[in-house]
T-cell receptor, first 112, second 112 residues
Framework: EAQVTQNPRYLITVTGKKLTVTCSQN?????MSWYRQDPGLGLRQIYY???????DKGDVPEGYKVSRKEKRNFPLILESPSPNQTSLYFC???????????FGPGTRLLVL | SQQGEEDPQALSIQEGENATMNCSYK?????LQWYRQNSGRGLVHLIL?????REKHSGRLRVTLDTSKKSSSLLITASRAADTASYFC????????????FGQGTTLQVKP
């Protein structure tokens, strides 16, 4: 089944404790992206990747890092999480930046 | 940055009625897409309409695009309680980056 998976689905952590949210897709898509969703602010792009080893900042990249060492994986790293990073995070993939995006189920993060 | 803006922000109708949601955008586009999100879950792609298309159908969904007015509408006919969700438009610009930019969504409630 074609899908995007994210782990963990729920995470509670404390300020400053490094964490990684994994994202994997099995559709051989070149384009992958991370979004955060906050009430009243909609979906905002954090980082995106056009292909392996090619990543770039989205609209709200501060406090986040990504890597794309393999085509299928695109982890999101929070080196030193802060409470304002409490949010619902989505990973998505598509064949191209403008094409239909396939979303993961989301990761709900709470930073205390 | 905000591109697609949906109207209304919230809509409540009875089962069997039609639901119409509108999306306006600001810059020239390559395509416009509509997505659905059930509460707290990942977005699901509904339909993609390209800039040279005016209307597209998929089951009970009808999407129109008016590039002269920079607007699109999503019509759901004969709505069902299961259509209760948030609906987002997303625009893919015609610039080189071409990434999707999501609006803030319309929350639709269909009462049984």
């Amino acid at each position: 089944e074609a899908q995007v998976t994210q782990n963990p689905r729920y995470l509670i952590t404390v300020t400053g404790k490094k964490l990684t949210v994994t994202c994997s897709q099995n559709m051989n898509h070149e384009y992958m992206s991370w979004y955060r969703q906050d009430p009243g602010l909609g979906l905002r792009q954090i980082y995106y990747s056009m292909n392996v080893e090619v990543t770039d900042k989205g609209d709200v990249p501060e406090g986040y890092k990504v890597s794309r060492k393999e085509k299928r994986n695109f982890p999101l790293i929070l080196e030193s999480p802060s409470p304002n990073q409490t949010s619902l995070y989505f990973c998505a993939s598509s064949q191209g930046a403008r094409e239909t995006q396939y979303f993961g189920p989301g990761t709900r993060l709470l930073v205390l | 940055s905000q591109q697609g803006e949906e109207d209304p922000q919230a809509l409540s109708i009875q089962e069997g009625e039609n639901a119409t949601m509108n999306c306006s955008y600001k810059t020239s586009i390559n395509n416009l897409q509509w997505y659905r999100q059930n509460s707290g879950r990942g977005l699901v792609h509904l339909i993609l309409i390209r800039s040279n298309e005016r209307e597209k159908h998929s089951g009970r969904l009808r999407v129109t695009l008016d590039t002269s007015k920079k607007s699109s509408s999503l019509l759901i006919t004969a709505s069902r309680a299961a259509d209760t969700a948030s609906y987002f438009c997303a625009t893919a610009s015609s610039s080189n980056t071409g990434k999707l930019i999501f609006g803030q969504g319309t929350t639709l409630q269909v009462k049984p």
